[in-house]
């Protein structure tokens, strides 16, 4: 894939460079890597003189946009949970009529919305928009445990016009992008943007975090993918009166069942306290405009919830960059699993290769099986075997749920001890770490 860089710059006065500023509009075929969050990717396809849907990853992004004062004039519609085709017929009717552009940002859940909406007013998708997926590497990140997220990929390929973008992209293997000849374009900084990380390994989750947390001054923001953990946290180090939960639908529920009120599923400034405590909905796209510069918390819990694990490369880059005025400091803390395998990318290729060799030979005899018992039975066993969860339900290959496995795994490794997580810190061109320490305790 050929790869084109373009260099962004920060003005004396500290501004950075806007994205339309270096690259006016998107070309199609483009996996746009752009480094820097809040360089206005979103921001300029809204603005630019044609038919955009943008795929964005969750509700609270699209709802932040559509309320955007920025967006007031730009005629943007949200497609999500509780919006139907029908909707978004009457506002492309309207539109027309108005002579303005169609600003769509849906979820991927929600994209078949849109198509049918496209069929009702007997347009073709394929060629009246551009169609932009932004934070792409959640199709990786996501595919694991939310495998309609993949939903719009088909399409995607059979548009004319179409990009992907993130700050923090994941390498992708469908082969589709190379048939397509898909270009990358990375934006390059002239200037220093690592930032500081104080990282703190422990073998006991709650004591570290009320040791780093009483040393803290002003408002903190902590990014934690597992509610339990996170009113666990509140209610042992009595934070319940001075805390807020940023969360999905279903954990407000479940938090306000327990009590506790002050939570949301959107991002609302109205609701902040001095504790601020955000699970994975509100690492990605989600602009969180302060006047303060506030301290940034990321906690890991690897052997009650794995999947609260951050992955230098991407989800701890996406949370620090929500905050569109800048963090005050970075805090990550984290125990460690020894459980974990460390295998390294060619290894967890090799791995999957081996599945497909078995998946194949078997998938033979259940081909030439004579009888329907032996049909059977090869049958049941092809469906457990691990390679079955890398197809789709006409056998085809998913490649976004193969790089999902190898992501999972790789990240899974940084977290076998804390040299490892302190290494995974280190090879990363966003951070630099001003404090590593080991806050063991007596168990």
């Not at 790869?3 to 994205?19: D, F, M, P, R």
């Not at 179409?162 to 200037?191: G, H, N, Y």
Request: charge should be negative; proline fraction near 3%; include cysteine.
């Amino acid at each position: 894939m050929k790869n084109k860089e373009i260099t962004v710059s920060k003005e004396a006065n500290g501004k950075i460079q806007y994205l339309t500023e270096i690259l006016p509009e998107i070309p199609t075929n483009t996996i746009l890597y752009k480094k820097l969050t809040g360089l206005g990717a979103t921001y300029g396809e809204l603005k630019a003189h044609r038919n955009s849907i943008i795929i964005e990853p969750n509700k609270p992004v699209i709802s932040g946009k559509c309320k955007d004062p920025k967006h007031g004039k730009d005629n943007l519609f949200g497609v999500f949970d509780g919006v139907y085709a029908d909707d978004i017929v009457a506002y492309m009717e309207r539109s027309i009529k108005q002579n303005k552009y169609f600003k769509i940002l849906t979820t991927p859940e929600s994209f078949h919305k849109v198509q049918e909406a496209f069929e009702e007013m007997d347009m073709d998708i394929r060629y009246n928009s551009f169609l932009l997926f932004d934070e792409c590497h959640k199709i990786v990140k996501d595919s694991g445990f939310r495998p309609d997220i993949t939903l719009p990929m088909d399409l995607f390929f059979e548009c004319e016009q179409k990009a992907l973008v993130s700050a923090t992209p994941i390498e992708f293997t469908d082969p589709r992008f190379e048939e397509q000849k898909f270009q990358t374009i990375t934006i390059k900084p002239t200037f220093d943007y690592v930032k500081g990380m104080n990282l703190h390994a422990t073998n006991n989750l709650l004591q570290a975090a009320k040791e780093v947390f009483a040393g803290l001054k002003g408002n903190c923001f902590v990014f934690c993918n597992s509610t339990d953990t996170i009113y666990s946290l509140m209610q042992q180090l009595d934070l319940l009166d001075e805390s807020a939960v940023f969360c999905s639908e279903k954990s407000v529920e479940k938090l306000k069942g327990l009590k506790f009120e002050n939570v949301s599923d959107i991002w609302d400034k109205d609701i902040m306290r001095r504790y601020n405590w955000l699970t994975s909905r509100f690492y990605n796209a989600v602009d969180i405009e302060l006047e303060e510069k506030p301290t940034i918390l990321l906690l890991t819990d690897c052997y009650f919830a794995d999947y609260t694990a951050f992955d230098p490369n991407t989800d701890t880059i996406q949370c620090v960059g929500r905050f569109r005025n800048g963090v005050s400091s970075i805090h990550h803390i984290s125990n460690t699993n020894r459980n974990f395998m460390v295998r390294s990318k060619e290894e967890l290729k090799g791995r999957i290769s081996c599945w497909k060799d078995v998946y194949d030979m078997l998938q033979n005899y259940y081909d030439y099986a004579t009888t329907v018992s032996a049909k059977d039975a090869y049958g049941t066993v092809l469906t457990s075997l691990p390679y079955a969860e890398m197809l789709d339900e006409k056998g085809r290959t998913k490649y976004f749920k193969i790089d999902n496995y190898i992501n999972t795994e790789l990240v899974k490794g940084y977290y076998n001890c804390p040299d490892n997580l302190h290494e995974a810190y280190k090879n990363c061109d966003a951070f630099t770490i001003n404090n590593y320490s080991i806050l063991d305790y007596k168990l």
